[in-house]
């Protein structure tokens, strides 16, 4: 990213607002973009936008962007922005998340929501503190989607849980839904992996003020307790797909057993069958020539 205003800079600054886009699957190519990897590889890229522009729209972005509006220490801005901010932050408000998420280190304020973040910091932490809340929208965004894709499969872990001790005649049918079921439990796990990771912080190429910031951050959203809280159910919809499988494969490889060993029975049948008649054929044959 570009370097943060001077101190000189800072006196006569306005608010200043970006736009962060979230290119998944790639690494940070523009200067202006922050590369993320872990959870998952993503370049976001910082986009100015008008400060005044934003704080008008009511309803934030729906295509997955973060707006950040920053406010400086005596920025020369009219007093009223600030009751503009914290409408446009109230107005943020999502039925998962009603209140924003609070954080804070010495002189960096961050109110995130999910897609509109307040900062309140010095020019000089600008850079450290971006680079903390994008890194920590990413992570807490995965987190939100694994619980709610914890919460989506109960109901279809449930209805399979038959599965679990059988396996024959028509469950044989189910084997596709089980291998999907399996993929999405076994993805689940990585992604709890990953998100347990990334809390960690372990690239040493981080500042120490963003580290510090993130942490603080995941803290106030209590991303440790929820990926604590997220492990059991995770592990247990892979081994109960794991079991499913076992018992399906399982039954199915009893009924090619019982297949093969009919099939079997049904040959010996047949081979004394043809001895019979090739015995009776030779009396009969005798018995003529007699």
Do not use: C
Request: aromatic share 4%; hydrophobic share 45%; glycine share 2%.
């Amino acid at each position: 990213m570009q370097s943060a205003l001077t101190q000189q800079e800072q006196k006569t600054v306005v608010a200043q607002a970006w736009r962060v886009f979230f290119d998944d699957g790639r690494e940070a190519a523009q200067p202006s973009a922050i590369a993320i990897r872990e959870p998952r590889v993503v370049s976001a890229i910082v986009t100015p936008i008008d400060v005044r522009q934003t704080l008008a729209l009511q309803a934030p972005a729906d295509d997955g962007s973060l707006d950040i509006v920053w406010m400086p220490p005596g920025a020369n801005e009219q007093s009223s922005i600030e009751r503009d901010v914290e409408a446009w932050i109230d107005n943020g408000a999502t039925p998962p998340r009603r209140a924003p998420i609070r954080a804070g280190i010495r002189t960096i304020r961050v109110f995130w929501h999910d897609a509109r973040v307040l900062l309140y910091a010095n020019a000089e932490q600008l850079e450290d503190a971006l680079d903390a809340i994008v890194r920590f929208t990413v992570v807490e965004r995965e987190a939100a989607a694994l619980e709610a894709a914890m919460n989506s499969i109960w109901s279809t872990i449930d209805a399979d849980a038959p599965l679990t001790h059988a396996g024959a005649g028509r469950q044989q049918k189910r084997q596709q839904h089980v291998n999907e079921m399996t993929e999405i439990a076994t993805r689940m796990k990585i992604i709890r992996l990953r998100v347990e990771t990334a809390l960690e912080q372990l690239d040493t190429r981080l500042a120490e003020s963003s580290k510090r910031l993130y942490s603080e951050l995941t803290l106030a959203a209590a991303l440790h307790d929820r990926l604590e809280k997220l492990d059991e159910p995770v592990q247990f919809a892979l081994d109960h797909y794991e079991l499913a499988n076992n018992r399906l494969i399982d039954a199915k490889a009893a009924s090619r057993d019982r297949a093969h060993a009919l099939t079997g029975h049904v040959l010996e049948v047949a081979v004394v069958l043809l001895l019979l008649a090739e015995l009776v054929a030779t009396i009969y044959q005798l018995r003529i020539t007699a």
